[in-house]
């Protein structure tokens, strides 16, 4: 079992920046790809990055590429997203996800799942 618990979210205007976090917990969340999504009011589930936990290797959604930065700390089991020129599309419930062996685009491929953190980005 894997347990993941998000932070960071809030209020920010556009342009600004937010860091969210993801401390993760378990025997073998190490073993697998961690990702964020997120998901606005009336939408599906989007990806937004995804790291595979064992050699740092990255992937980014194209809506979000160049202005988010994901990246991941060994020593405190967390998980992070850098957010830069935040817009008022960014808008969401953010997720951490796990429980995958490749950071997948897909919902679907994710046995575990973070509560969310509200992001607001403001006009």
């Known amino acids: 079992q894997v347990q993941l618990v998000e932070s960071g979210g809030g209020l920010v205007q556009t342009g600004g920046s937010l860091r969210l976090s993801c401390a993760a917990s378990?025997?073998?969340?190490?073993?697998?790809?961690m990702a964020w999504f997120r998901q606005a009011p009336g939408k599906e589930r989007e990806f937004v990055a995804g790291v595979l936990w064992s050699d740092g290797s990255t992937r980014y959604g194209d809506s979000v590429r160049g202005r988010f930065t994901i990246s991941r700390d060994n020593a405190k089991n967390t998980m992070y997203l850098q957010m830069n020129s935040l817009k008022p599309e960014d808008t969401a419930v953010y997720y951490c996800a796990s429980g995958t062996p490749w950071p997948s685009s897909l919902a679907s491929a994710y046995r575990y799942w973070g509560q969310g953190t509200q992001v607001t980005v403001s006009s």
């Open positions: 378990g025997r073998t969340f190490s073993s697998y790809a």
